[in-house]
């Protein structure tokens, strides 16, 4: 893992406008608000394993967790290097619990065993399409229903699919990614850098809200937080 870290996975919460951003072996929890300045910081930089209890002991405490997506109510599928879980993150509670795994990606997704995605996932968000998800690995991604855990499109290169990444710092991968509360809109990041996207699935006619920016600018309670050097 790099010595300097912005955000290495995000994960929307249950909760409207709350969203989990982890950092190496930290997270902090946010209140955002979309196109304002109204971010609050929710929780202090702390350990995963003082947050979500159920995972002390595991890869996604001790090396930190590189990608996640939310599924069901309180429920989301975590990553981190060839290890994954299906856990219930009971959000602001501390009762969080494992429900399935640790797995390996292969075991826990066999339509991604063999592929790019096997060896770990860089970042997921959550399509507005039945129970969709849009999964990235360097340049590549791909969709899953997280049902079935089957692909549901060829693996492609980002630049194929989102045209609009085309030209920025995103067409030859992304550090992480989430989808707001705001519908078809998703945040994507990478090093210091985010941008909003909106996102029209299966369409190809994706747009970017705003110039790419900063993440300390548009996120200003992060400043003092990120970059996570320890």
Partial sequence: MSDTVYIDAALPSSKPFQVYFFMKNKYVRLY?????????????LELVSTGFPSLAGTPFAQQGIDCCFNTEGSEAYIFSGKNCAYIDYAPNSGNDKILQGPSTIAEMFPDLRNTVFAEGLDGAFRSTIDKEVYI????????????????????RDITKGFTVLKGTIFENGIDACFSSNVENEVYLFKGDEYVRMKVTPH????????????IVEGWPPLKGIVPVTE
């Fill in 136 to 155: 990235f690995k360097g340049e590549k991604y791909t969709r899953i229903k997280y049902d079935t855990k089957l692909l549901n499109e060829d693996i």
């Fill in 32 to 44: 955002y608000t979309p196109g304002t300045s109204g971010d609050e910081l929710l929780t202090p």
């Fill in 203 to 214: 369409a190809g006619n994706d747009e970017l809200v705003g110039n790419v920016a900063l």
